[in-house]
């Protein structure tokens, strides 16, 4: 009987990306994925520390985990991912009943400690080599129509609020080659879809030189059989015009770009450290805008950032309603301890954080749904995905643009093209027919 594996995980698409990968290595070693937590001989939970709310719902989820080792001590249970880098062993004395923390630098290491494990149960905590060079392993996704590919790993921007430099090091990018042979894998494996992941994927190659990020989606963009491309996340220092050009030229590009802006004022961008005005953001949308006309603009905010002001605050109301996002990520600010921010005087109440967010929220919904409202009756190419959570006659696809799409089933299945038109549009999804 084989041993059985259960990934909760948490975060980003990095780490959704991270746990794919960490699921391959643990099957070549006899793990089979299952669905069921009281099944598995081995859990493990990936990790994000980006805000206080996800690491307390983390901290639960390990507390309820120490039932199942209970009832059967057999059971390895790891923490791994950017909480994992952060808190190394003061997560197993918080709770002793983790076996094993892996941190962000060393995930080759996962095989060597689930093996040691397997044969003596004790603590074993490995955080060192955050920022190391990477450890090239090429994965071969099995089927899966759309695949997350990691072009680069860490960050450098230091924004003054943000966890994820800490947790996941500097940046290192992965030669083109050895993406490309990831892709053309994948692709031969059944993938019509990648979406390139980095915290920054616009400072792509700027370590190696050995290509640029608009080069590289030309070299992605040549593979046969490959269909879409999507990448994220961009940020707005870094967006070249020769990345706008790649993206016009490249019909396979989807018409989407994710370009977190966080805030609409000068001063708190400054003091973010973002590298950039409100003024730059704004030209460069327009010129986004001119080059890729049917393109869709999605974006993160945060409210509450320290000596936030009325004035401020109105500011970003004003500016977020010139934009005209397709849609945003609205964050309330969360301290976090080693990050420059949190020594920041003046930090906001949280009364009047979720006042903001809740003003915040309202204005973009509806423009949101304003901008919904206009794709009434239009037609759309869409990728389908598969089932819908909760009702298995309606399925989920997504257009270019990224916009999510409901439709009853026929007899397509995830990983086809079909046509569909709009016919209720709503703030977060469009609601469709078959063509
Ligand atoms: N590298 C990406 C994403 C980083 S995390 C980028 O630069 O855009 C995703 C989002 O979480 C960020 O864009 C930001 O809006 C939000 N975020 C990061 N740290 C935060 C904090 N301390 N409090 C609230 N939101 C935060
Ligand atoms: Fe965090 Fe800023 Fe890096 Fe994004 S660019 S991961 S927000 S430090
Ligand atoms: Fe969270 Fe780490 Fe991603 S902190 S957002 S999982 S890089």
Not at 118 to 135: A, K, L, M, N
Not at 166 to 190: F, L
Not at 342 to 363: C, G, N, P, S, Y
Request: glycine share 6%; proline share 3%.
């Amino acid at each position: 009987m084989s041993k059985k594996l259960k990934i909760i995980t948490y975060g980003c698409q990095m780490n959704v990306a991270d746990s794919e990968r960490m699921s391959a290595r643990l099957q070549s070693i006899g793990y089979a994925p299952t669905d069921a937590l009281d099944d598995a001989d081995l859990i493990l939970i990936n990790t994000c520390s980006v805000r206080e709310s996800a690491e307390e719902k983390i901290l639960g989820k390990i507390g309820e985990i120490k039932r199942l080792k209970m009832q059967k001590p057999s059971l390895i249970l790891g923490v791994t991912g950017c909480m994992a880098q952060k808190d190394g062993d003061q997560l197993i004395k918080r709770a002793p009943h983790i076996d094993f923390v892996l941190g962000t630098g060393r995930q080759s290491e996962l095989l060597r400690i689930v093996r040691l494990l397997e044969s003596f149960h004790r603590h074993i905590v490995v955080t060192d080599g955050v920022s190391d060079p990477i450890v090239e392993e090429i994965y071969t996704p099995r089927g899966a129509h759309s695949t997350f590919i990691p072009i680069m790993y860490g960050c450098n921007n230091f924004c003054t609020y943000c966890i994820v430099p800490h947790v996941r090091g500097r940046e290192r990018s992965r030669q083109p080659e050895d993406i490309i042979r990831e892709i053309q894998a994948a692709v031969d494996n059944g993938t019509v879809e990648v979406t390139l992941l980095g915290q920054n994927v616009n400072s792509y190659g700027k370590d190696h030189r050995r290509a640029t990020f608009a080069q590289l989606l030309t070299m992605v963009g040549e593979i046969d059989g490959l269909k879409r491309i999507r990448f994220m996340t961009s940020h707005p220092k870094d967006l070249s015009d020769e990345l706008i050009k790649a993206i016009a030229d490249n019909e396979k590009i989807c018409r989407h770009i994710h370009l977190p802006v966080q805030y609409g004022s000068d001063r708190l961008l400054q003091k973010m450290n973002r590298g950039y005005t409100v003024e730059q953001y704004r030209r460069l949308v327009e010129k986004l805008r001119a080059e890729v006309p049917s393109i869709a603009l999605t974006t993160d905010l945060i409210v509450g950032f320290p000596s936030e002001t009325d004035a401020d605050f109105d500011e970003t109301l004003k500016f977020v309603r010139e934009m005209r996002f397709d849609a945003a990520f609205t964050f309330i600010y969360s301290r976090r301890s080693g990050t420059p921010a949190a020594t920041f005087d003046d930090q906001i109440d949280d009364r009047i954080k979720h006042e903001r967010l809740e003003k915040l929220m309202a204005v973009q919904n509806a423009i949101s749904l304003e901008i919904n409202e206009r794709l009434k009756d239009q037609e759309f190419e869409v990728l389908v995905e598969g089932a819908s959570k909760n009702d298995e006659k309606i399925f989920i696809g997504r257009t270019r643009t990224n916009k999510l799409v409901l439709f009853e089933h026929g007899d397509e299945r995830a990983g086809d093209f079909i046509r569909v038109r709009i016919t209720q549009p709503q703030t977060w999804l469009l609601r469709a027919e078959r063509i």
